[in-house]
Nanobody, 126 residues
């Protein structure tokens, strides 16, 4: 069974850091373009970052550029999202997702992604 499992969320003070993990089981993650998304209460799910399967190119939403870094460890079958200088507006449930292997380019559109994890809560508050 193909499964994505996010972890690493929690409560952090403004200016703090967290590293989220997206672990895959049942399939090899390096064949897939992976995206991170987030959804705050009452808001639409929005794209945060993406890493391409074809060349490792990365893409970020303007709101997180310079603060978040996406990376992948193929040996661990895991994609990470390092989040630094966190702000209260980063509070949300964070999800990872995969595109079909037919589509290797990055996208921050949730409609471009086919399989999703269950999410992990990130709360930034003093």
């Amino acid at each position: 069974q193909l499964q994505l499992v996010e972890s690493g969320g929690g409560l952090v003070q403004p200016g703090g850091s967290l590293r989220l993990s997206c672990a895959a089981s049942g399939f090899t993650l390096d064949y897939y373009t992976i995206g991170w998304f987030r959804q705050a209460p009452g808001k639409e799910r929005e794209g945060v970052s993406c890493i391409s399967s074809s060349n490792g190119n990365t893409h970020y939403a303007d709101s997180v550029k310079g603060r978040f870094t996406i990376s992948r460890d193929n040996a661990k079958n895991t994609v990470y999202l390092q989040m630094n200088n966190l702000k209260p507006e980063d509070t949300a449930v964070y999800y990872c997702a995969t595109r079909s292997t037919l589509f290797r380019l990055c996208s921050l559109s949730k409609s471009a992604f086919a399989s999703w994890g269950q999410g992990t809560q990130v709360t930034v508050s003093s």
